[in-house]
């Protein structure tokens, strides 16, 4: 197990890899892994010879307004968890070397990050693209591995490797789910023992938008009306930022659901911002 901290190391080690004929793998995080985050781990090993995981909590990703100073950390935990899941290297930065002082260059997807979460967090994906392409560079990978729980994530950024040219296979990998389907995530920890039952209301809801489709019901917005009454009915507190129907690659809203639709969701409860997302035909 390598744990590199400093850029210029990272840079040598790629290139290192890169010379012995070493396909890499990537999968970056923000650490206080879950086996979500493993399962992309492993994904990465099937089918490369090193993965290097990231741990960065990237700050320009989060608003003012966000969880940055708050979003768990666990470090020893999640080199643990790295090792036993098959990953060899990681890169953990610091965020003065990601960002030295007169930092002022971004990457900026343009209009897939005008829709959903975009437009709830305005600058959130400037700061995701703009940390994964430096990742990019940092760790010169062949294969990257993202969540499909984050699906416009994986979307904007499929779109920038498409776009800047990296060579760089891009692998989007299913979200894993609780018992209770709850879609993991770091934040979900936010919940006390008594709150989190009412986290499975996002995956009733969209389970729910599934079975209408699959009974025959097409019209978005007879769903939407169901789904925000199942979140209503599990978590009495719960406000929806969002529930959109969109295609699963454009992103471009949708009023019929046709093939190729994925319903989106974002909902605010106890405190804690939760998002899921499945496809529906
Ligand atoms: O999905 C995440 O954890 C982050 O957005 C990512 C891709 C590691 C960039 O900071």
């Not at 454009?250 to 911002?273: D, N, Y």
Request: charged share 25%; glycine share 6%.
């Amino acid at each position: 197990m390598t744990i590199i901290r400093s850029i210029s190391k990272m840079q040598k080690l790629s290139r290192e890899l890169a010379a012995e004929g070493k396909r890499i793998g990537l999968v970056p995080t923000m650490g206080f892994l879950h086996d979500g985050h493993t399962s992309l781990i492993k994904r990465a090993a099937r089918s490369s010879d090193v993965v290097i995981t990231t741990i960065f909590v990237n700050p320009t990703q989060f608003a003012p307004n966000e969880d940055l100073s708050r979003y768990p950390r666990d470090e020893k935990g999640d080199i643990a968890k790295i090792k036993s899941a098959g990953g060899e290297v990681i890169f953990i930065p610091k965020a003065t070397d990601i960002y030295p002082e007169e930092f002022q260059t971004y990457v900026n997807v343009e209009k897939l990050t005008l829709t959903l979460e975009g437009k709830v967090r305005p600058t959130h994906f400037r700061g995701v693209t703009t940390v994964v392409a430096k990742l990019f560079n940092l760790t010169r990978p062949d294969l990257a591995v993202f969540g499909m729980k984050d699906y416009q994530q994986a979307i904007v950024l499929k779109q920038m490797t498409r776009d800047l040219g990296y060579p760089i296979k891009f692998v989007i990998a299913p979200t894993v789910r609780e018992r209770d389907g709850l879609a993991m995530s770091s934040r979900n920890k936010y919940f006390t023992e008594t709150q989190r039952p009412e986290a499975r209301a996002l995956y009733y809801a969209l389970r729910t938008a599934r079975e209408m489709v699959r009974s025959g019901c097409k019209e978005t917005s007879l769903i939407r009306r169901e789904m925000k009454a199942v979140i209503k009915a599990t978590c009495r507190t719960a406000q929806v930022e969002y529930i959109e129907f969109t295609h699963l690659e454009s992103l471009k809203p949708v009023k019929q659901i046709a093939k190729g639709t994925i319903c989106s969701l974002a909902v605010r409860m106890h405190g804690v911002r939760l998002i899921d997302n499945m496809k529906l035909l």
